[in-house]
């Protein structure tokens, strides 16, 4: 019988299928979680948020801020209480930068 004919789903004999336990618990397992915007940032972008870029340390999430009003405060009152730049701590590695070029 010609592979794409009409008549051939009409020839062919249909054998039962029987699932074995295991096949039937995957099939009814939960779909795979999404993942969390952390795992997303270090998936797309390389970027580790459980890791201090300061020391190297072990961070944690204590909050997801999702709230545009909290987050509008929150960095209002950021911005307010930020140190001079001069000031700002630096990478390890990176000392200040202000003397760099001076005359000796």
Do not use: Y
């Amino acid at each position: 019988m010609v592979p794409g004919s009409a008549n051939r789903s009409r020839n062919k004999s249909k054998k039962p299928t029987v699932q074995t336990a295991t096949e039937t618990a995957v099939d009814q397992a939960l779909p795979c979680s999404p993942l969390t915007w952390a795992e997303r940032l270090k998936r797309v972008f390389d970027i580790d948020i459980s890791v201090c870029p300061l020391c190297g340390g072990t961070l944690r999430v204590i909050a997801d801020v999702t709230d545009p009003d909290a987050i509008q405060t929150i960095l209002a009152h950021l911005k307010q209480r930020a140190p001079p730049d001069a000031v700002r701590r630096q990478r390890p590695g990176q000392g200040p930068q202000n003397n760099l070029f001076t005359a000796i």
